[in-house]
């Protein structure tokens, strides 16, 4: 059973950029589509982005594109989230999930793998 960690958070202003990354184990990682989502305190959990298993497919949420970055690199078993011009906005708890060979669309309930979490805190 694959396994996911997540780290990178943490407490910046305005402007700032963060970096995520989410490690997997186990030696699947490779078939996997990695997801981040975020929830932000009293709201659903909301997509942020998502890479398929090869890196040929990337996808963003509106509010996200043109300042996040997902990326992967199989060989870390890793998945990163380039966070740049950071917003209060962007305060949220952000976990990455995973599903093999998945293509669907990017609703929480469609995966069963899932990171404890990583605290993103942008102040104003």
């Known amino acids: 059973q694959v396994q996911l960690v997540e780290s990178g958070g943490g407490l910046v202003q305005a402007g700032a950029s963060l970096r995520l990354s989410c490690t997997a184990s186990g030696r699947t990682f490779s078939t996997y589509t990695m997801v981040w989502f975020r929830q932000a305190p009293g709201n659903e959990r909301e997509f942020v982005a998502a890479?398929?298993?090869?890196?040929?497919?990337?996808y963003y949420a509106d509010p996200v594109k043109g300042r996040f970055t997902i990326s992967r690199d199989n060989a870390k078993n890793t998945v990163y989230l380039q966070m740049n011009s950071l917003k209060p906005e962007d305060t949220a708890v952000y976990y990455c999930?995973?599903?093999?060979?998945?293509?669907?669309?990017?609703?929480?309930?469609?995966?069963?793998?899932w990171g404890q979490g990583t605290q993103v805190i942008v102040s104003s």
């Open positions: 999930a995973a599903r093999p060979w998945y293509i669907g669309s990017y609703y929480p309930n469609a995966f069963d793998l």
């Open positions: 890479i398929r298993w090869n890196g040929g497919s990337i």
